[in-house]
């Protein structure tokens, strides 16, 4: 296989030769790290690049790509559990443009208020356009989730519905605009995704969770790193894969699944669940605004097989063919 971002961070980011700082509670290889912030309280952070003809279009609107550079942050807080805080805005940009910087930062303190984050600091340069974010966020001493603590046995939920920002991605990729309400859906999805903030944070108050991660790079590819993380394996139903009617209608059932596994930049939480917990989850979840479906089901490693996540349709077993997940480097 060839090298990808996973082995470069592996080999070169991973382990400092020091033993590590004591306040340091998890460090590299989950959605945040975290710290310890006081007796009660912890600190997770994360970061994230944009740069452009990678992550976004040239043709992408300053305003979509203040919103989207924001939701990405906040969705790793989300999937630990934090209540987001604070940003730092590094931005890199070829020239002064008034009208664009007017229209980025006002979106940018749009999305900020509404989660109620302050921007604290960052830096501004120039060169080819890209923009980094530090996001802060605090977590109640021991509750963040992490990717290590699925065990066998515990459902594996997805929140919303998955594939879509890969369906409106398609359309800006052909540079077409949306000629339905479908495709504006499926294009919005794309554009504007909901980091699940509140999800999360229930699911850490409320200890139902044994981990969670945010669907960055597609749904098989993220929760690989669950059940690496977690050293076990998982079967997936993909007839329970929840589509958005939009997707299924604009590009029928057999692409829209494959959307759903292997598209990115979902930015729904994939969590798992133990069994105990599994009806408390209702209750807990009830005053949310998301829907969440239970695709599968955590499972010891098969010795024979080499894929840690087996397919089931209605029951049956069935070998699935797709894309891996987004790797900057394969
Ligand atoms: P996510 O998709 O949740 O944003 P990534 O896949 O980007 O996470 O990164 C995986 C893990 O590796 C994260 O814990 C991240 O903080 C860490 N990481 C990525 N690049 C580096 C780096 N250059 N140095 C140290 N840690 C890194
Ligand atoms: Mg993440």
Redesign the pocket.
């Known amino acids: 296989m060839r090298e990808g ?2 082995d470069i ?1 592996q080999r070169y ?1 991973t382990a400092s030769k020091r033993a590590p700082r004591k306040d340091v509670l998890l460090s ?4 945040c ?1 975290v710290t310890e912030l006081n007796r009660n309280q912890h600190l997770a952070i ?3 690049t944009m740069v452009e003809g990678v992550h976004f279009l040239p043709s992408i609107r300053p305003a979509d790509l203040a919103y989207k550079a924001v939701a990405s942050n906040l969705s ?1 807080l989300a ?1 630990m559990g934090a209540e987001p805080a604070w940003m730092s805005l590094a931005l890199t940009i070829p020239n002064i443009d008034h009208a664009w910087l007017t229209e980025f930062s006002e979106s940018f303190f749009s999305i900020l208020d509404h989660y109620n984050v302050d921007l604290i600091g960052g830096d501004t340069t120039r060169g080819p356009l890209s923009i980094t974010i530090t996001a802060q966020g605090i977590i109640a001493k021991d509750k963040a989730l992490c990717r290590h603590n699925a065990n066998v046995g515990d459902w594996i939920y997805v929140s919303g519905t998955l594939g879509d920002s890969a369906g409106g991605l398609s359309y800006l990729l052909q540079g077409k605009s949306a000629v339905n309400s479908a495709q504006e859906f499926l294009i919005h999805r794309h554009l504007r995704p909901t980091p699940r903030v509140l999800l999360g944070m229930a699911l850490s108050l409320t200890r139902l969770a044994s981990s969670a991660i ?1 669907i ?2 597609g749904c098989v590819a993220d929760l690989t790193h669950i059940l690496e993380r977690s050293q076990c394996g998982a079967v997936i139903e993909l007839d329970k894969l929840p589509l958005s009617a939009e997707l299924v209608s604009e590009f029928g059932l057999a692409q829209a699944e494959q959307y759903a596994l292997s598209g990115g930049e979902d930015y729904e939480l994939c969590f798992t669940v133990p069994d105990s917990n599994k009806a408390k989850l209702a209750k807990a979840l009830a005053h949310i605004g998301v829907n969440y479906t239970c695709i599968g089901q955590i499972r010891a490693i098969h010795p024979k097989n080499k894929n840690r996540i087996q397919f089931q349709r209605h029951g049956q077993r069935v070998e699935v063919e797709f894309a891996g997940g987004f790797d900057h480097f394969k």
């Open positions: 971002e996973f961070i980011f590299v290889g989950d959605d790290a994360t970061t994230d790793d999937a945010d960055s790079d």
